[in-house]
């Protein structure tokens, strides 16, 4: 295809390899024109061979020009080269050689000229299509023959030539046309000067071809020819080229031939007239070579011209393209001689001369524009005229031509004045009528002319249309038309009113009113009355007669006097009380509907204007508290009362300033410089005045030390009225945190970003600590603890050594790294004493020395640790080093023991723990279970040596108790009470709040000695969502419960006693919008909706204003619905009222009657049914859902049911100690439908108290140990090693649902002391006869989430009440039941216990189910707490306990491979109680013969009671039978189940410690009571997120029962089984 456009269409031709395209049936060509003008041509092949490859180009052509393009297309075949013209290049252009190469593929395409490859000159290109371009041609060089090589086989080409000859254009010499005038003669040449022979030269002029003739000729030669012409004239005139022609180009040379002629006239000027007032041409027209410049010169005057003046060329008077003078308009001194002279520079001048004569046509020369005439007067109108006589003079009344003879009331008169005609016509009276345009025309036989003349016939106005705009209660507002004002301006008005019940003699006046006024407003009206009013108008001629009298009535009025005793009272820093009267009666013009408080800032700087807020009149006195003031500024108040009408006149301005407050800003540029090694000095300058809040009283500095541990020091502050302090008495070398503050009357400010300071380097302390030991018979080891006050960075350690009684008078000095903290001193004496002491070095110098100690070397070494006890303290999930370095011969042999109440638990090692080569234990990722008494003993040969490390494991606080303590329109003020700090100073709260709707949570940190926090900024009448949470080092505490509040304000109302409607006509209606109350909130918008009635489309408008608002655009006498809603942030209040416009005449339309008919009736019954209809059905369908359920539930119950009693049945079989009298087994009962799961023993249920009870559940595996006399317990078990907090046992606001209701009552008034992150558990009152327990423990294990929160879960439990009802109050569904027994069910298939029943006994001790649909029972725990944490803590809506006894030590390893229940550490009484196969050395270790029950070496034992002595008023004693236990209730209380609280750690799955089953009686001295086993088990993550419920908590698999015997050590096996 191939498209071109130009214009004409060019046609399109194709070529193939330079050759025209033969039409035959295997090629085809069309074309045609597409809309806009472009040219399409198709070649179609058909069938294509290998010789239609090639070069194709397409060629368009039109007669301007011509353009081509053309492309290469390869046909598949042989190839071969087509044969080749000849070629005829032209020497200085370029030529393109195409090889004509055909067939496809080939590899290449060569050219060669006499055997030489091209290119081989920078004039030659070879392109990679094969064709040879030769560029600027020259004739010697590149002319000869061309070969074309392709290459179509590597070995193979083929060739084909062609011949180029190069041709040399003719070149033609430059020649030129001399001046030429006429009648010369005239010879030009054109010679050509090179170029191929032949030549061939001819002759064009204008673009025809010159013959000879007609005085040109024509003489050729071999290379030249001339041009010759006789005689010249103006035909010669012309463009005359010459052109050379040979085989090679075609040139040519064009010259301009110009002839010059003189000038002379074509039309010649002759005398002629001329008009006045007319345009008029004097003829006048030359020609010639060049074109002639004409002249045109006037001379005045009628007779022989004297002398001829140009003519000054001006718009009147102008040359026209042809020479004739145009002037366009002829005046009378236009009049005499023209002379139009030509010339050109050829020849002589030529110049002809003519008459102008003006004629006169006929002209009004005087006439009035504009007259005027009184009605009923004569009056004269005149008209004078001039011209060439005859003249005629004719009037005309508009169109209308004047006839005195028909019309009586006129009359013409005509007469001669010289050269001018006055015509007069007269007017006989003057009336309305002829205030038109009257005309005078006069005619000659030249023209006419005419005049026109306004007359104006003046009377007294008519009067004016007058109608009443708005009436208001003391004025009204008039407009007036004026229709006629008589012709005559209007000088004024004047308006005329009276009550309507006087005559007009009575009358008051508004006079003189100017007359470019339309409307007025009479004032100075009394409210409410009736008027009646008229009006006049006037102009020069008189007044008009009265308007039409119209009747109106006044409104109510605004209110005339304002409040009276207004009074201010400040009630805080924000706020002011406003309190006033009401205005006079006389002057309230009405019911006092409200007020309006305006208040301003009076302070400097303040734009002074007053802000609003409306209030609604309750009586005669009101009372009004301004909010959200600024601090301590000064107020100016004003109030204004209003009604219906309007707001009367404000009060005078009363001032009052805010109380004092703290200042918003902390002190600025607060600057520490550290001084000494116990001074610092600190400095700043004074807040902005602005952020005072009231007088400045002085500043306070907050400064506490921040240790290398990450704990705090004690928070110290200092006061002062300067601003700079000095600190003295700062511990050395230490790192401080500093706040400056400012403060007021008020209290304290805002404190300043906390600035670090380090105290200066000074000499250390004395070490904390000195040990020496004989380490050999002549050397010793001396160790030492740090200087617990470094005061800088330790360098060294200088170790004195001296003999007392060697003579020496100095001591030796050794020195060690600051690193290593023991030395070993040799070279000793040995039965000689030794001094030793230390002491620290720093930068500043040698510290303190510690006390010295004696030591004498021994020949025997006896085990000695030189490492330190005391206590550790470090952060969770930390790895922590317990040192025990120990010296002695042979080599101590070290190990490491934990307490456990009277017991010590060997440490062994594990992924959790490790020890050392050289004694340390590495503890890893400790937690809060790993908090305790740790003993380390080192034993040789000749003796053993013993410390005790106490290690804290600090832990995230718990959460601070939340709650709201004052809210505001835009304000919330929160307090809470912090919780346990974790064992880690609390570092400051991060306080979240969000919108109620909202998830967006903002964060406000908040520091830690603060106990409220005021939210400001807040949206009125918005609820907000709150939550805090303490930070400590450790990190974030738990997040505080959730609570809600609302800042104060509501949506908008409207008032019912407001009216809303103060005016309504045809087409408008003003409302009154301040019945709106904004309810505390500012009003945002106001959306007004109304349409008539009958219309579904509503028209909207909105507003933000609150006073009023206009309806236009109403239709007449039609019923509107209109409904209202007005928003602020509080929300959005609705109102919708219905209103009438009038009639056109100003009448009401009556109400639209409703039509009820039957049909009413039916849907009113219809609107009735449907609901009550929806709602039967809702609960039909409930019921069915329901009891299928119910249903599904209960045959789960019966299943799980059987399975459980099987497994109970297999539980109550006779263990290896017979027991006396009747079984002892629990007795389960089943209430159905309602279902209520009691374990019972044969006595029943003993009653303790008016509404408390326990259930006793008999102990058998101790039975043997059991004193027949009655004793009492009530113990409190805790975890021995972590801080302590006093408290009660339970405090009640924190139990959760979903645990006994009855228990609460009972433990309201017992106070024991409470640990948080320790197990705890109660061993309540057991019968004289019967030892028993009711056991009530639970353990958890909680995860947390986002790295930040650690959640932990307190559970209770309790035994149930022995009132049936009490019971069944704390029951839960069928389903929860069922699922307490297939858990059950599963732990039993799990452990196998078919093969380990033989071996151990399990009973359930306790279940009881609460109910999860009483009020008490719901779920406390919010849902955004929950989501804090990766394992949330529910309620327990019931909970069941199944306790076991360990198996025979000669059964251990049939234990191997199989689950056993985790085992709790026995306390020493019970050890000493247990059955004699359970005191075997695969459970304890052997005992001593001469103890009771040894469990540690003698000093290993008084060491512990020592450091347990710590500890002792902490803890409930087990006392005497008969001695009430110190700090518990009465023996009589009911048995309780404490907070369980355990730390969530990564790590392992493993087993949750379990508590205690019971206890033995007393010993006859105060023992520990029970201790669980937590540093022997570690604390499972429980992997189901029913807490309690997994199979792995219940069970754990074990490699080896003696093993894991040796591990847990021996006693009753206890699980607390909850279901949540």
């Known amino acids: 295809m191939c498209a071109a456009k130009g214009a004409p269409p060019p046609t399109v031709t194709w070529a193939l390899d330079d050759e025209p395209i033969p039409r035959d049936s295997g090629h085809r060509s ?7 003008g472009t040219t399409v041509s198709h070649m179609n092949v058909s069938g294509p061979q290998i010789k239609d490859g090639g070069v194709y180009r397409c060629t368009a052509r039109n007669s301007v020009g011509s353009a081509e393009y053309q492309a290469r297309i390869n046909v598949r075949g042989p190839p071969s080269i087509r044969a080749m013209k000849n070629i005829t290049a032209v020497a200085g252009r370029d030529t393109f050689i195409n090889c004509r190469v055909i067939g496809y593929p080939y590899y290449s395409i060569k050219w060669y000229k006499d055997s030489l490859l091209l290119p081989d000159n920078h004039r030659q290109v070879v392109f990679e299509n094969g064709t040879l371009k030769l560029m600027d ?9 061309y070969l074309c090589s392709v290459l179509i ?81 103006l035909k010669h005139n012309g463009n005359y080229t010459c052109i050379a022609s040979n085989d090679a180009a075609t040139v040519s040379r064009e010259r301009q031939l110009i002839v010059r002629v003189p000038p002379r006239f074509v039309v010649q000027p002759n005398n002629q007239d001329g008009i006045y007032g007319k345009a008029g041409v004097l003829n006048c027209s030359v020609d010639g070579y060049p074109p002639p410049k004409v002249m045109w010169k006037h001379a005045k005057g009628s007779g022989n011209p004297q002398q001829y003046h140009p003519i000054p060329l001006t718009g009147r008077i102008q040359i ?101 005609v006055i015509s007069t016509l007269k007017l006989k009276p003057a009336d309305r009528g002829d205030s038109v345009f009257f005309s005078c025309h006069a005619i000659n036989s030249y023209g006419e002319d005419r005049g026109l003349i306004q007359l104006t016939v003046q009377e007294p106005p008519d009067p004016p249309e007058l109608e009443i705009r708005e009436v208001k209660a003391r004025s009204m507002n008039l407009r007036w038309t004026q229709r006629f004002d008589g012709n005559s301006i209007i000088t004024g008005f ?22 470019t006024i339309n409307q007025a407003n009479i004032v100075d009206l009394h409210p409410a009355s009736v008027y009646s009013i008229r009006m006049y108008s006037f102009n020069k001629i008189g007044r008009s007669e009265p308007s039409k009298e119209l009747t109106i009535s006044t409104e109510e009025a605004a209110p005339d006097g304002p409040p009276m005793d207004v009074t201010l009272q400040p009630i805080t820093s924000q706020s002011i009380q406003v309190t006033w009267k009401a205005p006079k009666k006389e002057l309230q013009n009405g019911v006092i509907r409200g007020y309006q408080i305006g208040y301003r800032e009076n302070s400097p700087g303040s734009n002074g204007q007053y802000s609003i807020v409306e209030m609604k009149a309750t009586g005669d006195s009101e009372v009004y508290t301004l909010d959200n003031l600024k601090k301590f500024a000064q107020y100016g108040v004003v109030v204004q009362a209003f009604n219906r009408a309007g707001t009367g006149p404000s009060s005078s301005e009363i001032n009052a300033t805010t109380l004092e407050d703290v200042p918003s800003q902390p002190p600025e540029n607060v600057r520490a410089i550290s001084i000494t090694s116990d001074v610092a000095v600190i400095s700043w300058s004074e807040p902005p005045r602005s952020t005072l809040n009231g007088v400045l009283k002085g500043y306070r500095v907050i400064f506490w030390s921040l240790y290398m541990d990450g704990e705090w020091g004690e928070m110290q502050n200092i006061t002062t009225t300067r601003e700079r302090v000095e600190l003295r008495g700062m511990e050395k070398f230490t790192n401080y945190s500093v706040q400056v503050l400012a403060y007021t009357q008020a209290g304290d400010g805002v404190r300043s970003s906390v600035l670090y300071i380090q105290t200066k380097e000074d000499i250390p302390g004395p070490p904390a600590g000195i040990k020496a030991v004989p380490s050999s018979a002549s050397s010793v080891v001396v160790s030492w603890l740090p200087p617990a006050k470094p005061n800088g960075i330790i360098r060294k350690y200088t170790i004195f050594c001296s003999s007392p009684g060697s003579g020496q008078p100095a001591p030796s000095e050794y020195e060690t790294s600051p690193d290593q903290l023991f030395y070993r001193i040799a070279h000793l004496n040995r039965g000689q004493q030794y001094l030793l002491w230390v002491a620290a070095v720093t930068s500043a110098g040698r510290g303190n020395i510690s006390e010295k100690v004696t030591i004498e070397p021994a020949g025997k070494a006896p085990a000695k640790i030189i490492s330190f006890g005391g206590t550790v303290t ?100 929160l307090a809470w009470i912090p919780g346990d700090n974790g064992g880690s100073s609390i570092r400051g709260f991060v306080l979240q709040y969000s919108v109620d709707n909202s998830e967006e949570w903002k964060d406000v940190f908040i520091s830690s000695s603060e106990r409220s926090f005021k939210l400001e900024s807040l949206k009125c009448g918005t609820w907000y969502k709150v939550k805090l949470a303490a930070k400590n080092s450790v990190g974030a505490g738990r997040i505080s419960e959730i609570i809600e509040a609302k800042t104060h304000g509501r949506e908008p109302s409207f008032s ?203 102990d058998t595996e101790f039975s043997q140990a059991v004193n027949p006399q009655s004793f009492c317990t009530g113990v409190s078990l805790h975890h021995p090693a972590l801080i302590q907090n006093t408290g009660p046992l339970i405090d009640m606001s924190d139990i959760r649902p979903g645990t006994n209701p009855v228990s609460r009552k009972s433990v309201k008034s017992a106070h024991s002391t409470r640990n948080r992150y320790s197990s705890q558990w109660t061993l ?262 029913k807490v309690g419920g997994s199979r792995d908590s219940l069970l754990e698999m074990s490699t080896s029962g003696v093993g894991r015997s040796q591990k847990q050590g021996a006693g009753a096996y206890s699980k607390s089984y909850t279901l949540v």
């Open 30 to 36: 069309n074309q045609y024109t597409m809309s806009d």
């Open 137 to 145: 041609v020259q004739k010697g060089m590149d002319e000869g023959e």
């Open 153 to 233: 086989q590597p070995q193979l080409s083929i060739s084909q030539s062609v011949h180029v000859t190069v041709k040399v254009p003719p070149l033609i010499q430059p020649f030129e046309f001399p001046p030429a005038s006429i009648g010369q003669l005239l010879y030009i040449p054109c010679v050509v000067s090179s170029g191929d022979m032949p030549i061939h030269i001819t002759w064009r002029k204008d673009g025809h071809v010159i013959l000879s003739g007609s005085g040109v000729t024509i003489e050729s030669k071999e290379f030249m020819s001339s041009l010759q012409i006789s005689s010249v004239s």
């Open 320 to 420: 026209l393209p042809n020479s004739s003078l145009l002037i366009r308009h002829v005046l009378e001194e236009d009049i005499g001689y023209y002379l139009c002279q030509a010339s050109n520079g050829v020849g002589t001048d030529i110049s002809k001369s003519m008459f102008l004569t003006v004629k006169i046509p006929a002209m009004i020369t005087s006439h009035p524009n504009t007259t005027i005439a009184i009605k009923g007067q004569t009056k004269e109108l005149n008209c004078t005229a001039r011209g060439e006589r005859p003249i005629i003079i004719r009037w005309e009344k508009g169109d209308t031509v004047i006839d005195p003879d028909r019309n009586m009331r006129y009359a013409i008169t005509t007469k001669d004045n010289g050269d001018e």
């Open 494 to 515: 004047d308006i005329e009113y009276k009550n309507k019940s006087d005559s007009w003699d009575f009358k008051q006046s508004t006079r003189n009113i100017s007359p």
């Open 874 to 973: 470090t952060p969770w999930m930390k790895d922590v080093r317990l040192p025990c370095n120990s010296v002695g011969e042979p080599v101590p042999a070290i190990k490491w023991t934990k307490d456990s109440e009277d017991s010590a638990i060997p440490v062994t090692v594990d992924g959790h723990r490790l020890i050392q080569a050289n004694g340390t234990l590495v503890l890893r990722s400790v937690k809060a279970e790993d908090s305790g008494y740790y003993t380390c003993t080192a034993t040789n040969t000749w003796g053993f040596d013993t410390i005790i490390i106490n290690l804290l494991v600090q832990v995230p606080p718990d959460q601070p108790r939340l709650t709201v303590s004052k809210t505001s329109a835009s304000s919330i003020t």
């Open 1056 to 1258: 019912k006693d407001q009216h809303l409607f103060t005016h309504i006509n045809s087409t408008h209606a003003r409302l009154n919008l301040q019945g709106w109350s904004s309810g505390g909130c500012p009003i945002t918008a106001i959306v007004l909706e109304y349409r008539p009635k009958g219309n579904w489309v509503w028209q909207s408008l909105r507003t933000n204003s609150s006073s009023e608002v206009f309806l236009t655009e109403l239709r007449e006498a039609t019923w509107y619905e209109l409904r209202m809603k007005a928003c602020n942030s509080a929300g959005c209040g609705n109102e919708t009222a219905q209103f009438a416009t009038l009639d056109y005449d100003g009448s009401t339309i009556p109400p639209i009657k409703s039509a009820q008919g039957e049909g009413d009736d039916v849907k009113k019954l219809f609107t009735i049914a449907c609901p009550v209809i929806l709602a039967t059905l809702g609960v039909a369908l409930l019921f069915i859902i329901r009891k299928k359920r119910k249903e599904k539930r209960l045959k789960r119950l019966r299943d799980a049911k059987s399975l459980a009693e099987m497994l109970i049945s297999k539980n109550n079989r006779s263990f290896d100690t017979p027991v006396k009298g009747p079984p002892q087994g629990p007795r389960l009962h089943i209430d159905i439908p309602r279902v209520q799961l009691l374990i019972e023993d044969k006595e029943g249920i003993k009653q303790l108290g008016d509404d408390k009870a326990t259930i006793p559940v008999t």
């Open 1324 to 1585: 309540t009152k057991c019968q004289a006869s019967t030892p028993a327990r009711t056991l009530t423990s639970d353990w958890r294990t909680v995860g947390s989430q986002h790295g930040i929160t650690v959640t932990e879960s307190d559970s209770y439990s309790a035994s149930l009440s022995q009132d049936t009802d009490k019971g069944r109050n704390s029951m839960v569904s069928t389903e929860s039941a069922s699922s307490t027994y297939e858990e059950l069910a599963r732990a039993y298939e799990h452990a196998k216990l078919e093969e380990q029943l033989q071996h151990a006994k399990f009973e359930i001790t306790e279940c009881f189910i609460s109910d999860s649909s009483s009020d008490q029972m719901t779920t406390g725990t919010t849902d955004n707490a929950d989501s804090m944490t990766s394992m949330s803590t529910p309620s327990e809506p019931g909970i069941c306990r199944f306790t076991a006894s360990p198996p025979k030590p000669q059964d251990s390893e049939r234990g191997k491979g199989v689950a056993v229940p985790i085992p709790h550490r026995a306390s020493k009484s019970d050890y000493c109680n247990l059955p004699l196969y359970v005191k075997s050395e695969a459970f304890f270790r052997k005992p001593d013969a001469h103890e009771p029950c040894p469990v540690v070496p003698p000093r290993e034992a008084s060491i512990r009671n020592l450091a347990r002595a710590y500890h002792a008023q902490a803890r409930h004693m087990t006392l005497e039978p008969g001695a009430k236990p110190l700090g518990l209730p009465p023996p009589a209380s009911a048995a309780t189940t404490l907070p369980q609280r355990t730390l969530p750690m990564p790590g392992p799955a493993g087993p949750a410690p379990a508590p205690a089953a019971g206890t033995a009686p007393a010993p006859p001295v105060p023992a520990e009571p029970p201790v669980p086993a937590g540093a022997a088990a570690e604390a499972r993550v429980p992997t189901h997120s």
